[in-house]
């Protein structure tokens, strides 16, 4: 009976932390489309990487039509203290730079985390604009 009730305590603070984590990823998100709303032909791109084992990451990329990137942010942890920080090395960057790099550093070592989500977003900023502008 007590593991019941263990489990059940586990359960209902793993809900509870989960709440506050997609509460904190909906205002980061919501931060950014007030920044960047005003400005036409920019786009907002996420991606993400969940690890077995160790720290996931998610990757929130502002991209403009001719796929240079605006604004990057990051976020890697397992707990719900995590938070978005700035990535300044990537701004003014080509989208297919930063795939190049990628895939040039995924020979030499194993991708981590905010690699694997950084490529995720990439792919999905080049898919979206490519066929927005096919159209």
């Known amino acids: 009976m007590e593991l019941?009730?263990?489990?059940?305590?586990?359960?209902l603070?793993?809900?509870?932390?989960?709440?506050?984590?997609?509460r904190y990823y909906r205002k980061s998100v919501e931060r950014f489309f007030k920044k960047y709303?005003?400005?036409?032909?920019?786009?907002l791109f996420t991606g993400?990487?969940?690890?077995?084992?160790?720290?996931?990451?998610?990757?929130?990329?502002?991209?403009?039509?001719?796929?240079?990137v605006l604004?990057?942010?990051?976020?890697?942890?397992?707990s719900v203290l995590s938070k978005f920080k700035d990535i300044e090395s990537f701004r003014g960057c080509h989208v297919g730079?930063?795939?190049?790099?990628?895939?040039?550093?995924?020979?030499?070592?194993?991708k981590s985390a905010i690699d694997i989500a950084l490529q995720?977003?990439?792919?999905?900023?080049l898919l979206t604009i490519s066929k927005k502008q096919m159209t």
């Open 4 to 11: 019941i009730t263990l489990a059940c305590g586990l359960l």
């Open 13 to 22: 603070m793993q809900s509870f932390l989960t709440f506050i984590q997609v």
């Open 37 to 43: 709303n005003t400005k036409k032909d920019v786009h």
């Open 48 to 68: 993400q990487a969940r690890r077995k084992f160790g720290a996931g990451s998610i990757v929130m990329l502002v991209v403009d039509e001719k796929y240079i």
């Open 71 to 78: 604004d990057c942010q990051t976020m890697k942890g397992v």
């Open 97 to 110: 730079e930063i795939l190049n790099d990628l895939q040039y550093e995924d020979k030499k070592r194993k």
């Open 120 to 125: 995720n977003a990439s792919e999905n900023a």
